[in-house]
């Protein structure tokens, strides 16, 4: 019981830890609002100063209209000036070589660039510019530097109150207003990196609140500009009030919300299906609750508009493909409690994956195979995509609506990229799901083979019980497929030794009954060798690795039953009735209807070969009988099963037998003419 009870809370602790160090630190807004509804709790004001913070349609609009007052940003090119320069003393100037070339320099330093009319068309008007010189930007007003005829007519000015000389001809002549290029060049990545870097020349807030500034009174209805204020309150809250408190208590509360969510899990299992707490399907419902846990954490750390994202529709279909839907919706609230506590719209995403999980899971029995996958992907998204809208209604704002919308449509489709993960999880946690179960019923598997070459007899009485089994399932609402694959593989111990067993004593002659099994073995031997196969078949189910489900038929086909003709023998050669027990097989009671409809074909295959009449009353008898004495020896009493689903088998059986052996018509022989 110890060890049962620390192989349940390990795991459950791993989990805890881990949402402990993942949960955010931060305090969670504690008002739910809306703008145009009514303010539905106290009185509030400002504990603290904060600023009014300007929504995104106001940013958006100022940046609209900021866009022509962005400042250009150009680079000063050495390179161009000292070319210019260079060329220019090489020319035939005369006297005036000297003149010209400090001219020049002088109208360099200062800068040029192209005319108005010349210039690139996505240089915006400014009447200051930035120049980078020396890797240092400086801001300069566009008059302190020369456009290219700013700078020809500027040169020939200088020059003509040197001289007599027609010095524009001079220097059309030797090719001079050619020369000087523009060295100041456009950067349109720097100018439009410094104009978002710098906010657009305009500031992200549009004003102040004090503490103890009223900001909304209860009962009042939720304009724009309270919204605005809450919304910029709820920023401030979040990303400070939650380390304005003790340590100790912020710490303290994160472990007792990690332990609620751990112990929420445990009692759904506890209450919704307790039988998992024994197989592998416990580590998987917790890993699959640990990575939807981690996933809800992490997109909430990184950009809440993520969550829209999480496919945790795929935790349920993941869920359901091992599980019952009725235990599987309340597995499914727990997937979800995560994100009910810790999103700011928790309430409304938790409605949303909640309504649209039940509405896939029901239609997915329907959409399983191949590409109407995606037709349920696409349901999914349209009940999510009309939630979402019918729960934000007036409050939507375009570019939210459309980008929340393609999140939640590429979670749909996760949906449908991550189910195939499901047959990996059924390998690693050797889970059985339909798939895998219609495989294992194929009789042309290996392990099928084998007993039907070495214990024939025991594979034609599989195949019966398997026949009975699945006919009684079908009617009582019993999963057909698992009670097949049970019934096929409950005898499968008994290959190790197939002579023990009277099905298969046809293989030695009739009249050689020295090489009979039992012939020479005393009861108790006999009894011995015939229960070891329960054993014997757990052995070859582990090292075949049949799944947990398959094995539990194995180990409750016979529960702790008696070998009935050994004993009786035993007592008719004056045994001792006190060692009744070792003449009981040592096995598990059954716990399910499946193992229960396994138990009975198994048991009325085997004794309805000695009915020797074939009437109604008699079928109703037999199974009466065996049903009785099964009762009688306690087997059912661990068993989910009411007294009205017992009778329903019981009928089933009995319609099933009046089947099977019905009278058929004596044809009489025909008669020849002899000659």
């Known amino acids: 019981m110890k060890r049962e009870l620390v192989a349940r809370i390990v795991p459950l602790a791993a989990i805890f830890l881990v949402i402990v160090f993942l949960m955010p630190r931060n305090s969670k807004f504690p008002y739910d609002y809306r703008k145009g509804r009514e303010w539905k709790y106290e009185t509030l004001f400002a504990q603290f100063d904060f600023p009014i913070y300007k929504t995104e349609d106001q940013i958006r609009e100022e940046r609209n209209s900021s866009s022509g007052s962005m400042i250009p940003y150009y680079k ?34 200062k800068g040029v660039m192209d005319d108005r009319n010349h210039r690139q068309d996505n240089v915006p008007e400014s009447d200051v510019i930035y120049v980078q010189k020396d890797k240092r930007a400086v801001k300069y007003p566009v008059t302190e530097v020369y456009s290219l005829s700013d700078a020809r007519d500027k040169l020939l000015s200088d020059l003509s109150g040197m001289t007599r000389l027609n010095v524009d001809s001079l220097l059309r002549k030797n090719g001079v207003y050619e020369l000087i290029a523009p060295n100041l060049v456009y950067d349109q990545q720097t100018t439009e ?9 305009f500031s992200p807030t549009s004003g102040y609140v004090t503490a103890g500034q009223l900001i909304v009174s209860e009962g009042e209805i939720v304009t724009a500009e309270i919204e605005q204020m809450l919304d910029s309150y709820k920023r401030e809250f979040e990303a400070n ?37 024994s197989d592998s399907r416990y580590p998987y419902i917790l890993l699959l609750f640990l990575l939807f846990s981690l996933l809800t954490l992490l997109m909430l750390k990184a950009n809440e508009r993520l969550i829209y994202a999480v496919p945790y529709t795929l935790s349920l279909l993941m869920m359901q493909t091992f599980l019952p839907p009725r235990k599987v919706v309340p597995l499914y609230v727990a997937m979800l409690s995560p994100l009910l506590l810790f999103s700011h719209d928790g309430a409304v995403l938790f409605a949303m994956f909640f309504v649209a999980g039940l509405v896939v899971l029901h239609l997915f029995k329907y959409f399983q195979q191949g590409w109407r996958q995606f037709i349920a992907a696409s349901i999914t998204f349209g009940v999510l995509a009309l939630l979402y809208l019918g729960f934000r209604g007036a409050d939507l704002v375009a570019g939210s609506v459309w980008s929340s919308l393609l999140s939640l449509f590429a979670g749909s489709m996760l949906t449908v990229a991550g189910y195939p993960l499901t047959y990996l999880f059924e390998k690693l946690f050797n889970l059985v799901s339909d798939s895998r179960l219609i495989e294992l019923s194929d009789t042309s598997n290996s392990l099928i083979r084998e007993l039907e070459q070495k214990a024939p007899g025991t594979f034609q009485h599989s195949l019966q019980v398997m026949n009975m089994a699945d006919f009684v399932a079908r009617a009582v609402g019993v999963n057909p497929e698992l009670v097949r694959v049970g019934a096929l593989y409950h005898d499968i111990g008994k290959m190790n030794n197939p002579l023990c067993f009277v099905e298969n004593e046809f293989i030695v002659p009739k009249d050689d009954e020295e090489h ?23 052995e070859i189910a582990r090292k075949n690795r049949l799944p947990r489900a398959v094995m539990d038929f194995i180990e ?60 109604q009353q008699a079928y109703s008898d037999f199974v009466e009988r065996i049903v009785a004495g099964k009762l009688a020896e306690g087997q059912f009493d661990d068993a989910d099963i009411t007294i009205s689903e017992l009778n329903r088998v019981k009928e089933t059986l009995k319609q099933y037998l009046a089947q099977l052996n019905h009278e058929r018509v004596v044809y009489p022989k025909t008669k020849t003419n002899k000659k």
């Open 193 to 201: 990196l410094v104009h978002e870097e710098s906010g657009g020349g």
């Open 516 to 538: 009979k099994y039992h012939s020479g073995l005393s009861p108790l031997q006999s009894a011995h060798d015939i229960i070891r196969h329960v054993s014997d078949g757990l």
């Open 556 to 615: 409750t086909h016979h529960g702790t039953t008696t070998v009935s003709f050994f004993y009786d023998k035993f007592l008719k050669e004056g045994g001792d009735p006190s060692r009744k027990a070792e003449f009981c097989y040592p096995g598990v009671k059954p716990k399910t209807r499946a193992q229960i409809i396994l138990m009975l074909c198994d048991s009325i295959e085997a004794a309805s070969r000695t009915l020797k009449s074939n009437t």
């Open 76 to 109: 000063y090119s050495e390179e161009t000036a000292a070319r210019a320069i260079s060329s220019i003393e090489r020319l035939p100037l005369g006297s005036l070589r000297r003149a010209v070339v400090a001219e020049v320099r002088s109208i360099y330093d």
């Open 241 to 277: 009030v939650g380390y304005l408190g003790p340590p100790v208590l912020i710490v303290l509360g994160n472990l007792v919300i990690a332990a609620a969510l751990v112990a929420l899990l445990y009692f759904v299992i506890v209450f919704a299906c307790p039988e998992i707490f």
